[in-house]
């Protein structure tokens, strides 16, 4: 299958939103959003929260947020992204350290060109938005180099691991909406079909 391609126009919105909302301070739209990533994404949390314990705060906190850029990008396409599991992550990791591992000379080239053409062209919009982010973080001492180095290869990890999901090359679990089930009286017949009262069967 294919993979589902991400729009320009959805990538400059994404970032537009996070923008006004890094300017606003709004904690309760952020903390919010936090609460969802946490519930909907615990694997793309836990693998960022590696490079936190390895490396520092700082280092975990670039890795977060740019994980957490790229999936609102996808989650903002196809309105609600795949969960991804660690073995998405995981073979999502090899994909783009074997295509990283072709790329002649690439400790010479600028951090932000270490990428694979060949998967830069399943989602160009994404790359070449994430390409400028951490050129210009890294040129305006936003970030450090030694920070760009550590987290843009797991950044490319998770768009990876969420084009395969949704692409279906590697589907991770679809969220749905949570359904509660009814509420069935004592007295009602029992939804198992057996034509008992609730109350002398399932109940």
Not at 55 to 62: L, R
Not at 108 to 132: C, D, G, M
Not at 164 to 175: H, L
Request: one cysteine or more.
């Amino acid at each position: 299958m294919a993979s589902v391609l991400v729009p320009s126009e959805v990538v400059e919105t994404t970032i537009n939103h996070f923008t006004e909302l890094d300017a606003s301070g709004d904690k309760r739209t952020m903390t919010r959003m936090a609460k969802r990533l946490g519930k909907e994404q615990p694997a793309l949390l836990q693998y960022a929260a590696t490079f936190r314990d390895q490396h520092g705060d700082s280092v975990g906190e670039a890795a977060v947020f740019y994980s957490t850029l790229v999936w609102a990008m996808f989650d903002e396409n196809v309105g609600k992204c795949p969960r991804l599991t660690n073995a998405n992550i995981a073979s999502a990791e090899v994909e783009i350290e074997t295509a990283i591992k072709k790329i002649d000379a690439i400790g010479n080239k600028p951090v932000h060109e270490r990428v694979s053409e060949e998967l830069v062209t399943r989602q160009p919009n994404i790359y070449s938005k994430l390409q400028e982010l951490i050129e210009e973080d890294v040129r305006e001492d936003a970030m450090t180099l030694e920070t760009a180095e550590l987290i843009y290869p797991p950044t490319q990890v998770i768009l990876e691991a969420f084009d395969a999901a949704i692409s279906g090359r590697r589907p991770g679990v679809a969220i749905g909406p949570i359904v509660k089930a009814a509420k069935v009286g004592r007295n009602e017949q029992c939804p198992c079909g057996s034509g008992k009262k609730y109350k002398r069967c399932c109940g």
